[in-house]
């Protein structure tokens, strides 16, 4: 085979990569991972071979961390570059704390155009017992993101070490959910009361540097 050859076919196969990606990532927002299988994915990114999914990725498993992957490499490119301004800076607080945590995640989106699927998916993964611990896992090898945590946890030094957990889940949550809802109207077609995701992160970073600083009373 010659090296044209093999440039053309190197080609296709990240065509057909990139349009399964796209497409199972579409459909496990607006179905949900276990509604889906790999033939409507195969079917939808137009591949007459149902076999396709399986042979470019493996398990349902292996294209839903495939897909997370994608989209990481940007958020935590963003995230990290935020981490750095934060570290730098002299006495780093909670609200600087929580833009490293929000901000990268709306940044990405934005940047996607429109219409986008992303946060619907991640919505999906984290409702999903099969799915929330692989995609727990693979966020926290982000060290960015674990250097944002290390930070969050010395900022908030007055509440016990269990309501700290507690407080990162819910702020996990929020945000996931939030921009799941905000991606679906826009996809929808309706009012955007946000603004644009500026100020959606805007108003993210307001409630979660409450949540994190509000009291303990239990």
Same mark, same amino acid.
């Given at each position: ?52 999914? /399986? ?95 290390? /930070? ?36 929808? /077609? ?29």
């Amino acid at each position: 085979m010659t090296a044209d050859n093999l440039s053309a076919r190197a080609i296709r196969v990240t065509a057909t990569r990139d349009a399964i990606l796209i497409a199972a990532e579409r459909l496990f927002a607006e179905l949900g991972v276990n509604a889906v299988s790999n033939r409507q994915v195969s079917e939808a990114a137009g591949q007459g071979n149902n076999a396709a999914v /399986g042979y470019h990725f493996g398990t349902k498993a292996d294209l839903v961390l495939a897909i997370v992957r994608k989209h990481q490499a940007h958020t935590e490119r963003l995230c990290r570059e935020r981490v750095a301004r934060v570290r730098a800076s002299a006495s780093p607080q909670v609200r600087d704390w929580v833009e490293c945590l929000v901000r990268p995640v709306t940044e990405h989106l934005g940047s996607l155009g429109h219409p986008t699927w992303y946060a619907r998916f991640v919505a999906q993964l984290m409702a999903d017992p099969a799915y929330r611990r692989p995609l727990t896992d693979e966020s926290l090898s982000s060290r960015a993101l674990r250097c944002v945590i290390e /930070g969050l946890q010395v900022s908030m030094g007055h509440l016990p070490a269990d309501l700290r957990r507690e407080r990162n889940i819910m702020a996990s949550l929020l945000i996931v959910h939030s921009c799941a809802e905000r991606e679906r109207a826009l996809a929808a /077609g309706e009012t955007d009361p946000a603004g644009g995701w500026e100020l959606t992160a805007t108003r993210l970073v307001d409630a979660i540097t409450g949540l994190y600083l509000a009291p303990a009373t239990a």
